[in-house]
């Protein structure tokens, strides 16, 4: 079972975050080689914070030594032998991890492309939830899977490709 819990800060548009937020997340997770964790005895869970540009400005700076804010941060928290299936919890329960997102640089970039925040979030949670899987960007062949992993998940919402026509609708 994937939970997902959301806590937003004031400044974002009013939207149904939680369901936003579960539905990127199982879609990232359904287009992955975890799809069993959809139906695993456990629960899989991922923490949403949506935030300010002040406050993922901090943590970027604190964990990535970058000072400025970005669009999102993802804080993977399990051993990479949990999502392998040769680790056990004590509670059923195992903590993918957390993902920030940025209201103020959400929306710019959101306006940048012509498309809703929400949509664009939908998006900024899939590509956290794969960094939250073990996926990374770092090379041309790691992005290349990524983003068509990406384009997969999106799709299944909806959501057209961003890295391909940059127009995401419908969610």
Known sequence: MIDVAVLHDTGWPDTDWEMLAQRAV?????????????TDAATYEVA????????????????????????????????????????NTDDGEILLGDIVLAEGVCAAEAADRGISIADHAAHLI?????????YDHMDDNEAEVMEALEVAALASLGLSDPYGDNILSGV
């Open 26 to 38: 199982s879609a990232a997770i359904a287009h992955s080689p975890f799809a069993a964790f959809a």
């Open 48 to 87: 949403v914070k949506l935030t300010s540009d002040e406050e993922v400005h901090e943590l970027n700076r604190a964990y990535r030594d970058k000072d400025k804010p970005t669009n999102v941060l993802s804080f993977p928290m399990v051993q990479a032998d949990l999502l392998e299936g040769t680790a």
């Open 126 to 134: 899939i590509h956290g939830t794969f960094h939250l899987l073990g």
